[in-house]
Nanobody, 124 residues
Framework: QVQLVESGGGLVQVGGSLRLSCVASGRTFSRYAMGWFRQAPGKEREFVAAITWSGDNTGYADSVKGRFTISRGNAKNTVFLQMDSLKPEDTAVYYC?????????????????WGQGTQVTVSS
């Protein structure tokens, strides 16, 4: 099993920034891609960003492209989501996810492990 723990969420004003972190522990099998998803009240969970094991390739939802940046730490078991120019529609619970392959994915069903989520609230 792999455990994922997110941190860094909070309340921020429109146009502000937050940096989310996710640390993986437990059965840290050789290589895995990671991603961020979010779920707003009354809505389905949606893809935000993903990164390959190596960190060389990333992908973003159109709604966050140019504002959010996903990256991995040097130890590879940590992933970050830098969120800038935040908007009220970014308000959601943000989840970190990991999949047992080096390639990234954009659908939630392709991820095997999930964190508990961290709340991000953007006030106008």
């Amino acid at each position: 099993q792999v455990q994922l723990v997110e941190s860094g969420g909070g309340l921020v004003q429109v146009g502000g920034s937050l940096r989310l972190s996710c640390v993986a522990s437990g059965r840290t099998f050789s290589r895995y891609a990671m991603g961020w998803f979010r779920q707003a009240p009354g809505k389905e969970r949606e893809f935000v960003a993903a990164i390959t094991w190596s960190g060389d390739n990333t992908g973003y939802a159109d709604s966050v492209k140019g504002r959010f940046t996903i990256s991995r730490g040097n130890a590879k078991n940590t992933v970050f989501l830098q969120m800038d120019s935040l908007k009220p529609e970014d308000t959601a619970v943000y989840y970190c996810a990991a999949r047992t392959t080096i390639l990234m994915a954009t659908t939630s069903g392709e991820y095997s492990y999930w964190g508990q989520g961290t709340q991000v609230t953007v006030s106008s």
